[in-house]
Structures are given as structure tokens and as C-alpha cells.
């Protein structure tokens, strides 16, 4: 006995039930003992997903533990050409019946039986790909009508789509000005986590899924189909377009790995340079298991990383907190990211109007080509653009800060590297000299920006 749900949306089972008390009903009319019963709960026949219900029943009969197969309806058992043909084998060498609720036998003994079976299930193969055409119709039309996505409901917006739930959208801007001050995916999961602020199937942020949300165009109300923008949405955005697009650049940026982010746990590793051969500062620790920043080179020196950190700190520190910090930050951008956007979209139109140009065979396939490689390439140049005029400066945060020092304690390391980068130009070890224990100053050459 066999019994398949491709969707069970409330984890209830409901329907595989139903199916069951049909299915147990006919056994007992045709007094067959019912040997095992498998199913296939919110599991789809249409792909090449593995069911393991449907696997188990094609063993059953080919061991002949079973002389008959009992399910609710033929499309219930297999709805694509692979699972067909499978079943229709394994039925033939073991001359097991296939018995349906809603239908007749098939006697897969007899090429009658067999054809029938090939013959229903192709009948319901049609209907999937003629369902599955219709959707992808609907679903172009609602993306190019500007409308949300259909599906799981999108963090911080209410179920359908168009209502933003403010508290947590919060959540989100905050964790896009990290990650473009140059804080890291980790920090940004760590935060929300213990916010108490679980994903929208109850999970626990990663970096994987804070990576996926930060990118979405979702959050910009940038709508798009099968990777392709089509334009605004008519959503509300949680961020500037420009906002959204300067954290994708910064997540596909080859340059951003995070591996080596992962490695970076100390604020001035690979940082600081060796004031002998100019080798980067590693870390290590004594044979005591103090931290250190030892020369990553011909190891000229090793000094204790605790002392030249809070050194460094408190010259941060004291720097963003004078007045005149607002000086460091760099002015922000005059970009008309309205303007540009509405020339994107009418780039996004040529393109459009070049398709139906082509599809009326008014231009040719090599005209197409010319027009979209230079629609395209002024297309990436303004986006882009859009992308600079959502930069952060990571200064930015300290300027009229209560509590600078607090604030510097919270950054996680990433972003207090950031900082470090953008107040100097280098920083320079030199050795404390033999046998010194206490720390010196001096022996820590900053060059400020």
C-alpha cells in the first residue's frame, strides 16, 4: 500500500490519511492481507527527488514480498517517465496487480495492463507541465507588474509581502551598516541571535543565510525574475537601492574572503609591520601562552600583543573622540541616485525593446548582439555608480559618539581593523630591546593618514 502528499504546508498529514483509509477500505473488499504499508509524506513524484516510501514499495515487490500494489490514484505512484518505466518493470517480473481508489486494476502482466499504466501516466505527466507552464506565465506577470515574490514570507515583511514589521527591519539596516563599515557576516548572525531574532523557518543565523539576506534585492524593492532586474517593486524597501547594491559588490568582491576573515581574530595581524624587514605582524604565543606579534619573515622580533593592543586602542580611542573627528569622516555622497536609477530602468526598457525588435524580425540577431553589449555595458557603469553612493564611511559611527570607547569596545574585529586602516597608513614594530619587560611606547611607530 502506497500513499504520497506532494505538499503538506501544515506538517499534519491530513491527506496521506485520507488516502490510507481509502486505500485500507479496498483491501478489505478485495480481502487482500495487507503486508506493508509506505508513504511519501510532502514529498513531490514530478522531479528526480529521491522517495524513499516509492523505493522501499518497488523492493517490496521485486523480493515478491507483496502480490499487489494499492494506491489512491496512478498519479499517487509516479508522475514522471523514470519512475514509470521502473514501476512498470519491477510490476511485470514479479505479475503484481496495480490497484487504484479511483480508477481500475492493471494487471502489469498483460501488455494491456502495461500500456494502460504508460498511457495514465503520461496523461498525468501533461498535467504537471501544463501546470508548471501556466505558473511560470503567472509568475512573469506578476514580477513585471512590480509584485513580491510568492512563497515562504521574506524576513521582516508580513505574509504578503507589502507591509515592512519596523522593529526588525531595524535589525536589517543595522546589519547593512556593519557590513559595509567593514564588520563581518559572523558579528552581524552573532548580533540577531542574541536579539532572540530567529529566521523565518525558526532557524539560527549564519554567515550563509545573513550572506543570502543582505544580498536579496528584496530589501531595496528591487524586483527581479530568473535573475534578471526588471525594475522597481511596489513594495516598500527596507534600504536605499544604493545601499543594497554596495553590499552585493562588497559580497562578490573576489578580494572578500572569508577564509581569511575567519583566520583574522587579532586587531593588528598581517596589520603591523616588522620595523627590521618590513615582514607583517603573525601571532603566536610564548612558551607560556602569552599572545604575541611575532615577524612573520626572518622572525627579527616578537613582542607582547596585549601591551601594543591597548596602545593602539587608546590612541583610536583618543583620536575619535576630540572635536574636530567629524574631519576624518569623508563627505558624503552628492550622487542623484534617483536620476540614475530611472536611468537604469530606461536602459532595462532598451533592452526590452530590442527583444520585441527581434522577436518582429524588424532587426537581426547580430544587430541584437550590438545593442544589448552597449545597452548592457552603460547598464553596469550606472549600477555601479549606484553602488559608490551607498558606501559607508567607517568613521562615520564615532562622530558625536556619548561614549567613544564603548562604542570601540562593541566593533567586532573586522570592523575595528577597518578603523585602524582608515586612521593610519601604517604601523610600525620595533624591538623593546634584550631582556626588556616592560612595555614602551616608543617601541609602537604609528603613521597617521
Not at 514570507?153 to 505574509?159: D, E, K, L
Not at 604565543?285 to 586602542?313: F, I, W
Request: charged share 25%.
Amino acid at each position: 500500500m502506497y500513499t504520497r502528499q506532494s505538499f503538506d504546508r501544515q506538517g499534519e498529514g491530513a491527506a496521506v490519511a485520507r488516502q490510507l483509509e481509502d486505500c485500507r477500505r479496498l483491501a478489505d473488499l478485495r480481502g487482500w492481507p495487507i503486508v506493508v504499508e509506505h508513504q511519501d509524506n510532502d514529498r513531490s513524484a514530478a522531479g528526480t527527488t529521491t522517495r524513499p516510501g516509492f523505493e522501499a514499495l518497488l523492493s517490496d515487490v521485486a523480493a515478491g514480498r507483496a502480490g499487489a500494489v494499492i494506491a489512491w490514484n496512478l498519479d499517487r505512484l509516479t508522475r514522471n517517465r523514470r519512475d514509470t518505466v521502473r514501476l512498470i518493470e519491477t510490476c511485470q517480473e514479479a505479475g503484481a496487480t496495480i490497484a487504484v481508489v479511483r480508477g481500475s486494476d492493471l494487471d502489469m502482466s498483460t501488455p494491456a495492463g502495461r500500456m494502460t499504466a504508460d498511457l495514465l501516466a503520461a496523461v498525468a505527466r501533461n498535467e504537471i507541465e501544463t501546470k508548471s507552464d501556466r505558473q511560470r506565465r503567472a509568475n512573469l506577470q506578476r514580477a513585471q507588474a512590480g509584485k513580491p515574490p510568492q512563497g515562504r514570507r521574506a524576513f521582516r515583511y508580513t505574509a504578503d509581502g507589502m507591509t515592512i514589521l519596523d522593529a526588525e527591519a531595524n535589525l536589517i539596516r543595522a546589519g547593512y551598516d556593519v557590513l559595509l563599515a567593514g564588520g563581518s557576516l559572523s558579528s552581524i548572525a552573532r548580533t540577531w541571535n542574541a536579539a532572540g531574532v530567529a529566521t523565518t523557518a525558526d532557524g539560527r543565523w549564519n554567515t550563509s543565510n545573513v550572506r543570502r539576506l543582505l544580498a536579496s534585492p528584496r530589501y531595496a524593492a528591487v524586483r527581479i525574475h530568473r535573475g534578471e532586474v526588471l525594475g522597481p517593486g511596489t513594495w516598500p524597501a527596507v534600504v536605499e537601492e544604493s545601499t543594497w547594491r554596495a553590499a552585493v559588490a562588497l559580497l562578490t568582491d573576489p578580494a572578500r574572503s572569508t577564509v581569511k576573515d575567519r583566520s583574522i581574530k587579532y586587531t593588528l595581524t598581517r596589520i603591523a609591520t616588522c620595523a627590521k624587514c618590513g615582514a607583517k605582524m603573525a601571532t603566536g604565543r610564548t612558551q607560556h601562552g602569552v599572545r604575541t606579534y611575532q615577524c612573520s619573515g626572518a622572525k627579527h622580533l616578537s613582542v607582547k600583543a596585549a601591551d601594543v593592543d591597548e596602545y593602539v586602542h587608546a590612541l583610536v580611542v583618543a583620536r575619535l573622540a576630540r572635536p574636530d573627528a567629524a574631519e576624518l569622516v569623508r563627505p558624503s555622497s552628492n550622487v542623484d541616485v534617483p536620476a540614475l536609477r530611472t536611468e537604469a530602468n530606461a536602459l532595462r526598457g532598451r533592452l526590452d525593446e530590442g527583444a520585441r525588435l527581434f522577436a518582429d524580425g524588424t532587426i537581426t540577431g547580430a544587430q541584437l548582439a550590438r545593442i544589448n553589449g552597449d545597452v548592457e555595458a552603460a547598464l553596469e557603469v550606472v549600477e555601479r555608480k549606484i553602488a559608490a553612493a551607498g558606501e559607508r564611511d567607517v568613521l562615520a559611527r564615532f562622530v558625536g559618539a556619548d561614549d567613544v570607547a564603548a562604542l570601540w569596545g562593541r566593533l567586532d574585529v573586522l570592523t575595528q581593523r577597518a578603523v585602524i586602516d582608515a586612521l593610519f597608513s601604517g604601523i610600525v614594530l620595533h624591538s623593546p630591546g634584550r631582556g626588556a619587560r616592560n612595555f614602551r611606547p616608543e617601541c609602537v611607530e604609528v603613521l597617521w593618514r
